[in-house]
């Protein structure tokens, strides 16, 4: 009996062995499991760190090759290399204008031309400058205390000027009487006083009060002068990359930061000042101070509707309806507000709305249409814009008047109009 109930106790033995051998085992891989988990959050720890150190971080370090590693295909060329805060609301360069895409380029600068460590070739200056690199793009740093205008002709009455401003190190109390300015004068020179001109300002100092206010000035013989601090938040652009966009029409200024209106001026360009001048003060070279401007575009832009509508009246194919009827299209609408809120900004304007056809169809009932479309068109202002209804007349004329052949698509296109004239 002795030898079975020891082969038992035996197998036995082995079972809880094994048992808890098992239970070692798993816990053995749930403890390794654990500590590979609490690796894995550790590295994710770290990279999100990492991420969010590299987005709060602002601004980046500015670093300059010494003279050992400058190319030595090109020993004059002082290349640098620097990283500046994106801002996110950051505009890209595309045909036309940012605003007015149909609007025609007449300058466009890319510095891509331009050696680095060299002054550009379109510009002219009384201080100095170079070209540098600024996260592997080519862009034209300005020295203290100078005046840069680009080789061009007499700007036209309503045009559009684009750029990006990149600065950087601009935290220092010695920059207290720094500032940017970009300035529209009368004639093409470099010295620091012109006759007539406007320009707008605002301190490169980041730790100044003045970063919340973007001054504005005009000057010249008999106008009426504007000089007033405007308040516009510009700290956030210091130390960064920013895009200005500059509207010139006629009288009319207005400026965009990062696609946010910060000025808009009806008379402040009271003369005719056509050239555009970029000015730099207080800045030390020595200290690495950046101020740089990259993608400077002028584009020519059709004249406002307030100005069109002063020298005597405009038509336009931009108000649409659907085909045989006096219903609007929705595609219409921008420019119906466009043109009711220029209406809003100026009471005194009075309209003429006229409505124009093609030639398919019956004549008479053609003229029933061109009626009945500039009606359409001055009830959307009345009831959507809120026009006085006193300040609109309206009138027919179908296809008496056509301004293409009516024979081709596209003449037919031109001649469903609604024409505006002032009254």
């Known amino acids: ?22 239970k070692l085992t798993k816990k053995a891989e749930q403890a390794a499991e654990r500590t590979l988990e609490r690796k894995v959050e550790e590295k994710t720890e770290e990279k999100t760190s990492q991420v969010v ?5 602002a601004p980046k370090k500015v670093t ?33 204008s940012t605003f007015f895409p149909n609007g025609s380029i007449v300058f466009f600068e890319s510095f891509e031309n331009d050696s680095t460590g060299d002054f550009p070739a379109n510009w002219e200056t009384n201080s100095g400058g170079e070209i540098i690199l600024i996260d592997n793009e080519k862009a034209f740093r300005l020295y203290p205390n100078g005046i840069y205008i680009p080789n061009l002709d007499r700007l036209p009455e309503n045009y559009a000027l684009e750029f990006d401003l990149i600065t950087s190190n601009l935290k220092y109390k010695g920059l207290s009487g720094s500032n940017f300015s970009v300035e529209i004068v009368n004639e093409k020179t470099l010295s620091k006083n012109t006759s007539s001109g406007a320009k707008f300002e605002f301190s490169l100092w980041k730790g100044s009060s003045l970063t919340s206010k973007i001054h504005v000035e005009n000057w010249g013989k008999n106008i009426q002068p504007i000089q007033n601090n405007i308040d516009f938040k510009l700290d956030d652009i210091l130390n960064a990359k920013t895009h200005f966009t500059l509207l010139i029409n006629n009288k009319r200024f207005r400026l965009y930061v990062n696609n946010e ?26 200290l690495n101070h950046i101020a740089a401007i990259q993608n400077v575009k002028i584009t020519q832009e059709s004249e406002d509707l307030r100005s069109l509508i002063l020298k005597g009246g405009f038509s336009t194919t931009e108000i649409l309806f659907n085909s045989g009827s006096d219903q609007i299209k929705q595609e219409s609408f921008p420019f119906l507000e466009k043109l009711g809120t220029t209406l809003k900004q100026d009471s005194s304007l009075r309209l003429l709305i006229i409505g124009h056809t093609d030639s398919d169809g019956d004549q008479v009932k053609n003229m029933t249409l061109s009626k009945s479309r500039a009606f359409a068109v001055a009830n959307y202002l009345i009831d959507v814009m809120g026009i006085d209804k006193k300040r609109l007349t309206t009138q027919g004329r179908g296809e008496n008047e056509p301004v293409a052949d009516n024979t081709s698509e596209s003449g037919k296109a031109k001649n469903r109009r609604v024409e505006f004239k002032k009254i």
């Open 1 to 22: 009996m002795k030898y079975p109930l020891i082969l038992c106790i035996l197998l036995c033995a082995n079972l809880s062995s094994a048992q808890l051998l098992k």
């Open 53 to 57: 150190d590299s987005i709060f971080e």
């Open 64 to 96: 300059q090759k010494s003279s050992k590693e400058k190319k030595t295909n090109n020993p004059s060329n002082s290349e640098q290399e620097i990283e500046i805060q994106n801002n996110e609301t950051q505009t890209a360069i595309i045909s036309g």
């Open 261 to 286: 209106k910060a000025v808009d001026l009806p008379t402040f360009i009271q003369t005719q000042n056509n050239y555009i001048r970029f000015n730099l003060k207080g800045t030390d070279k020595n």
